[in-house]
């Protein structure tokens, strides 16, 4: 595996020189491989947006330095455009940005930006506009008609279509409905097993996360407390808790109950584990069936 | 970032200029403006010059954000002292094609630059030492005699403090949709005016949509706790006037009082 991003003694601090100044990201430092599925979790205000805004150049770090494929992206600010390209960014509330007359074309504005033309932009934007669940024949109306979930995927979409290498959502089921997140989240899923790239999710749900991700950057502070694999990261309970985090439900039942002396794995992360884990234990016992 | 403006912003301390009246400082601010442009000889410039020195040390914020406010207006007061330099009557001490520069010219371009920069230094005490709610809550209360001739008053200073409400609201907004079409690739540094207007449009349209949205949101906001106007309607927070805002009072009246002794004994030096 390739490393696609890597940070190195990054650090942002808003507003130097004011009495507003504040440390919003702080010395860190991690490599991203190609392909991989990062969850990105910390508290309100642990500067994880911040740290994404920075892996595409919106913001500039006061240090550090941020290698996308090897180079530096501030090497030449001219060309940062193109780095937007390459690292695709969903913001937080991403249907607010919808601003064109149909939503066909408002997908399109990235692609287009991004010099895609002709019959190669039309399938990126029907492409996209699959991968995010949109019908067809919503590609024709205003934007500003659809329903709230509608304008979600139409933004995502917009994104999805200038093909990014790397893909940054920050919290995109926030405000959702369970099943639209539900949907939404398994569509992510798809696209990354079908386009192979890489991903970053920032959420707050931790089920969604353990669900997903294959590693979780953990923040706290401004600084980057934990990178572990998902399992390694919800197993440390209390380390977690100490961040003001949680780790899901059924991994603290699981926990719980091996604390009460039962022979469960430790790191559970999803109910189907969990089941596979309690039925030999159950049957065992002659308690089923 | 669109929010690094000095000019105009508020920073929140603990100085007497702070603690002062915000309708005192209004009056203050008036009568200061007043007595600058009333100032016709140099003694007098030095008084109100001290005067302004002593309530920008009084306010307790760093030197760095009044050089920051000045820089705003630099162009202009370069531009009007330079006519003033080339327009003046006399004799003449030095000439050049049309340009020629007499005493009477100097002492204009100084005068009018002093001037305006004492006026733009006490604006922006005024504004980093008054939170915008204190401020409409004074316009409110210094205006209300205009309620005799039905002047909506409190529907103004309502209407204002709404605005100066959503002013930091919408920059943020503002910051994060451009962030958010950049993040699409939209490019609004390069290319023509009308390239560059055209560019504007991806941050304008959404911009729009949400401060209705919000314009709406606050309606509601506003008729679920029963809203029906100034009538009758008390306030939280009272302002009083207190010992200091007299002493305040008393200082702009000692210099009103020794620029018009200058004024009136020494000779005008335009």
């Known amino acids: 595996m390739s490393c696609v991003l890597e940070l190195k003694n990054i650090g942002f601090t808003y507003g130097k020189g004011t009495p507003f100044e504040k440390r919003a990201v702080d010395n860190v430092s991690l490599h991203i491989e190609q392909g991989e599925f990062i969850g990105v979790i910390g508290h309100t205000g642990s500067g994880k947006s911040t740290l994404m805004q920075m892996l595409n150049g919106l913001i500039r770090p006061t240090d550090g330095q941020v290698l996308l494929d090897g180079r530096d992206i501030w090497a030449e600010p001219k060309k940062i455009r193109q780095v937007r390209f390459k690292v695709g960014m969903v913001f937080q509330y991403p249907e607010y940005q919808l601003f064109e007359e149909t939503v066909y074309k408002d997908i399109a504005f990235g692609a287009q930006n991004c010099g895609l033309q002709g019959d190669a932009l039309d399938r990126a934007i029907r492409d996209a506009a699959d991968f995010t669940g949109l019908p067809p024949a919503l590609l024709d109306k205003s934007p500003f008609d659809l329903s709230g979930g509608e304008k979600r995927r139409a933004a995502i979409a917009g994104i999805i279509a200038m093909n990014p290498e790397v893909l940054v959502l920050d919290e995109p089921t926030a405000g959702l409905d369970p099943m639209g997140r539900e949907v939404l989240l398994s569509q992510i899923v798809r696209y990354h097993k079908e386009r192979h790239n890489t991903v970053l999710l920032v959420t707050h749900s931790m089920e969604d996360i353990a669900r997903v991700a294959d590693r979780i950057m953990v923040m706290n502070k401004g600084r980057l407390a934990l990178f572990e694999p998902t399992r390694e990261v919800f197993r440390k309970g209390d380390t977690l808790r100490g961040y003001g985090l949680q780790v899901p439900q059924i991994t603290r039942i699981m926990q719980d109950l091996r604390r009460r002396g039962l022979d469960v794995p430790e790191g559970v992360l999803t109910v189907d584990e969990a089941f596979a884990a309690l039925l030999p234990l159950l049957q065992k016992e002659g308690k089923l069936w | ?270």
């Open chain 2, 1 to 270: 970032m669109v929010r690094d403006v000095a000019f105009g912003q508020y920073f929140p301390a603990d100085s007497v200029m702070h603690r002062l009246d915000p309708r005192a400082k209004i009056l203050l601010f008036i009568g200061y403006i007043v007595i600058i442009f009333c100032t016709f000889n140099y003694v007098s410039l030095a008084i109100t010059t001290v005067f302004t020195a002593l309530f920008l040390i009084l306010s307790r914020i760093s030197p760095v954000f009044y050089f920051k406010s000045l820089k705003v207006i630099l162009v202009i007061v370069i531009i009007t002292s330079l006519l003033n330099l080339f327009y003046g009557s006399g004799e003449e001490l030095w000439q050049w094609w049309i340009f020629k520069i007499t005493l009477n010219g100097i002492n204009r371009a100084v005068f009018v630059t002093v001037r305006i920069v004492c006026l733009i230094l006490a604006s922006s005490c005024l504004t980093f030492t008054t939170s915008p709610t204190e401020l409409t809550d004074a316009i409110e209360r210094l205006m209300k005699p205009l309620k005799v001739i039905h002047f909506p008053v409190h529907e103004i200073a309502m209407m204002m403090s709404l605005a100066l409400r959503f002013v930091p609201t919408l920059l943020d907004e503002t910051d994060k949709i451009m962030q958010a079409q950049k993040a699409r690739g939209a490019d609004m540094e390069s290319g023509n005016l009308i390239k560059r207007v055209k560019a504007m449009l991806p941050i304008l349209i959404p911009l729009f949509v949400s401060a209705f949205r919000r314009a709406y949101d606050v309606a509601t906001a506003m008729e679920c706790r029963c809203y029906r106007g100034g009538a009758g309607r008390t306030r939280m927070k009272q302002i009083h006037m207190a010992g200091r805002d007299t002493a305040a009072f008393a200082a702009l009246g000692l210099v009103i009082g020794g620029v018009i002794v200058c004024n009136i004994f020494l000779p005008a030096a335009i």
